[in-house]
């Protein structure tokens, strides 16, 4: 369990997250969602100390965490990976070299061992059939894909994905959702997901939390969320420009 409590943040004189309070349960795929500058991404990143609250206080399976210093999260991280909105692979590295090199530098493997657990890592994206290509033979969704195995590499608990459809084209966009949720069925693998993709959030979510002016606005099941009466979660539900959501 991950709990975020009463969480705020400023940059400057832009307070992005006034109070937040979210508990994520184990074995879920939530979703985190709100318009562009909400605080999504700057609220997931405190929970791998990328960014620091000005204050509230984080809890990470039982364990207080608010005041880590860096070398604290370290073993944190190994635990909890984030998969960034963009893929950033080794150019000069295979596929396969790509997801072998956090295992070899952190489990202390030989190099053909840590290929052939990386190997296994490509196989739970569908992509053990191209490890010997290079990144730039491959597609945005391909690339994601393998930066999905690389986050998996390790054998996390839970993973954090930044906008994981962003830049994606619909058909590239629906084979992440689907394999965010067959991870979840085949690993137990915890998911934090950050998304304003309305497809991904009504396809694959078990629960949505929507901030909105720093605050939580809703959270709950996706039915509850389609069922709505808060016109401002209606208008974002729905698509629609008009409405008191300030754009």
Known sequence: MIVFDSIFKSFGQNRVLDGVSITVNTGEITFIIGKSGAGKSVLVKHLVGLVRQDSGRIFFEGKDITD????????????????????TLFDSMSLLENVALPIRKH??????????????????????????RYPAEVGDGLRKRVAIARALALSPKYLVFDEPTTGLDPVNAV??????RELKDETGVTSIVVSHD???IFGIADRIVMLYQGKVLKD???????????????????GHAEGPMEL
């Open 198 to 200: 309305l497809r991904s």
């Open 68 to 87: 880590y210093q860096e070398q604290d999260f370290y073993d944190l991280r190994l635990q909890c990976a984030m998969v960034f909105q963009h893929s």
């Open 175 to 180: 084979r992440v959702d689907r394999l965010i």
């Open 220 to 238: 709950g099941s996706p039915e509850q969320f389609r069922e709505t009466h808060d016109p401002i979660v209606a208008q974002f539900v729905g």
């Open 107 to 132: 489990r202390g493997l030989s190099r053909t061992d840590s290929l052939d657990a990386a190997r296994e890592k490509l196989r739970l994206v569908h992509l053990e059939h191209l490890s010997d």
